[in-house]
């Protein structure tokens, strides 16, 4: 079974900054990619970005330039640093992560979320 926790949400003025992580747990899988997703009230969970194993980085438009995600392989830890924070980036923010394992000779693909956490912009 995989795990990931994340931190680091909070209540911010609009301008500042967050960072995020979300640490993945567990044994027998490797991944393939982690991202964060994020829904506000009354909205659909929409992608905030992505990064790949190989390091092959997706952002949405409306972070471009402002959040930069990176990663740790060794502590399979995904970062969002989210600097100039609008109020509309307020939202309950997901991790999400698309993970491989081998098992009976065959490999498997399965995809996990975090639990959430909450990042509030006041303007």
């Known amino acids: 079974q995989v795990q990931l926790v994340e931190s680091g949400g909070g209540l911010v003025q609009a301008g500042e900054s967050l960072r995020l992580s979300c640490a993945a747990s567990?044994?027998?899988?490797?991944?393939?990619?982690m991202g964060w997703y994020r829904q506000a009230p009354g909205k659909q969970r929409e992608l905030v970005a992505t990064?790949?194993?190989?390091?092959?980085?997706n952002y949405a438009d409306s972070v471009k330039g402002r959040f930069t995600i990176s990663r740790d392989s060794t502590k399979m830890t995904v970062y969002l640093q989210m600097n100039s924070l609008k109020p509309e980036d307020a939202a309950v923010y997901y991790c999400?992560?698309?993970?491989?394992?081998?098992?009976?000779?065959?490999?498997?693909?399965?995809?996990?979320w975090g639990q959430g956490t909450q990042v509030t912009v006041s303007s």
């Open positions: 990064i790949t194993n190989g390091g092959s980085t």
């Open positions: 999400n992560a698309d993970i491989r394992r081998y098992a009976g000779g065959n490999w498997y693909t399965d995809n996990y």
């Open positions: 567990g044994s027998g899988f490797g991944i393939i990619a």
